[in-house]
């Protein structure tokens, strides 16, 4: 199966501060998602993202498939931010998505 | 309305039961899945149905047997359970990735974390 690498295992920032996260996979995807799974468990989807750069809000994602990486970055950073960050893809719409280990993000106030 | 809702929340069982979680979606999607959380919050997936039929099997035990009786629900049923089994699982769903033009975004539900004693 197609390998998902993430990075920073672990985070910790400072509330007000930007991030960078980032995502490597192995293979060609047709399908990358990020999700942000909060301190009480629930997954949250916040990019659909096969390629190119999306803005919500204070996040923003590029995925350069290309080069089989995405990068997602929060900006501002909130204690609500806080959580672990996936990354997921999936081939060629086999309904069979893949997940990262994740970045466990913990911001201070 | 929850978009994708499994019930219970919170399973705590002994080993040897048989035990089952429900899901259901309200979004109208063609694709449901299981997946399992573990203790180090890797997320993997074991099965998933697209309009009743099963697609993906991912080398699964036999004690666990998805069903799902419409496109709108897929529920797990887990057998004889061992303590190995002890994790979160989540249930999914999403557009048939297979059509073009369409929100391919894959939506979970709040995870049913499932203790075997």
């Known amino acids: 199966g197609i390998q998902v690498e993430q990075s920073p295992p672990d985070l910790i920032l400072q509330e007000g501060a930007n991030s960078t996260l980032r995502c490597n996979f192995s293979?060609?995807?047709?399908?990358l998602q990020w999700f942000h799974q909060n301190p009480w468990g629930q997954l949250i989807n916040l990019f659909y993202i096969p390629s190119g750069t999306k803005q919500n809000g204070r996040l923003s994602a590029t995925t350069v498939a290309t080069e089989r990486y995405s990068l997602l970055y929060i900006s501002s950073s909130q204690t609500t931010d806080s959580g672990v960050y996936f990354c997921a893809v999936d081939r060629y719409n086999f309904n069979k998505f893949y997940f990262g280990s994740g970045t466990k993000l913990n911001v201070k106030p | 309305d929850t978009a994708v809702s499994q019930t219970p929340k919170y399973l705590v069982t002994q080993m040897g039961n048989d035990k089952s979680i429900k899901c259901e979606q309200n979004?109208?999607?063609?694709?449901m899945y299981w997946y399992k959380q573990d203790s180090k919050k890797f997320l993997k997936i074991m099965f998933s149905?697209?309009?009743?039929?099963?697609?993906i099997n991912e080398t699964v035990p036999n004690r666990f047997s998805p069903k799902s009786p419409d496109k709108a629900h897929l529920n797990l049923h887990i057998n004889s359970l061992e303590l190995g089994d002890s994790a979160v699982y989540f249930c999914?769903?999403?557009?048939?990735?297979?059509?073009?033009?369409?929100?391919?975004?894959?939506?979970f539900g709040s995870g049913t974390q499932l203790s075997v004693l």
């Open positions: 979004l109208g999607h063609d694709t």
């Open positions: 149905y697209n309009n009743k039929e099963l697609i």
């Open positions: 999914a769903s999403s557009q048939d990735l297979g059509r073009t033009g369409t929100n391919e975004k894959l939506f």
């Open positions: 293979d060609s995807v047709n399908n």
